[in-house]
């Protein structure tokens, strides 16, 4: 539904880039292969991208799809004509370098351990680069896959707020202490984009969910540590590199 509101349909993507196995990261990759087989004019495999262990989840979603593809089978006589749903997955490491159309993808290490391994994109395409961190702590190779960057894309944890969540709902407070050590918060975020010299740090994937009206809050965690652009990106945010 966010692809259709940024105008670019499922059919239309030339990749899908993962950053880790997360479930709240990958549990719609199964909806976006789907749609692109059923919408598309022509059968062309669903390309994606991630970290080692992705062909592992690929296989075992592509086994849950059976009966919904054979359901479609049954309704629409042209898919049966054609190859079934087919993805194309590249497992990449830190390193690895690719090309999706005229961009160049770079791929650099990350850190969510224990959540491993991690990676993030660094795309450069007409002059520009942006840089996709998923979730991550700060680390060497973050700061190298930023260098310089229009860019700079980072998930983050506002540890106050994580707090406040433990107040209200003690019984998982170990658990949602666990968080804390393995996100960026808002001040690694920029501290990070600050070391980098990035020219603009994207904030997204709050943690907690932001709030209407906290805007100014996020931002002025923010501020202190990088004097570049800072924008905050909800779902459907554009920004200019």
Known sequence: MRLVAAGVPAPFLSAILVTHLHSDHIT???DLVTTRWILSPA?????VYGPVGLQKVVDGM???LKLDEKYRHDHHADLREG???QVLVHEVVPGDEFSIGEARVVVGRTDHRPVAPTIGFRIEAEGKSVVLA???VPCAELDDLCRG???YVQTVLRPDLVELVKQFVPALASRTNDILNYHSTVEDAAKTAARA???TLMLTHYVPAMQTGQEADWLASATPHFTGNIVLGPDLTSAEA
């Not at 059968?43 to 390309?47: E, F, L, M, R, S």
Request: charged share 15%; proline share 9%; glycine share 14%.
């Open 28 to 30: 719609d990759l199964n």
């Open 43 to 47: 059968a062309t495999p669903t390309v």
């Open 62 to 64: 592509m086994a849950m």
């Open 149 to 151: 960057a229009d860019i």
């Open 83 to 85: 190859p079934g749903m």
């Open 197 to 199: 010299g990035v020219k």
């Open 134 to 136: 998923g979730d991550t």
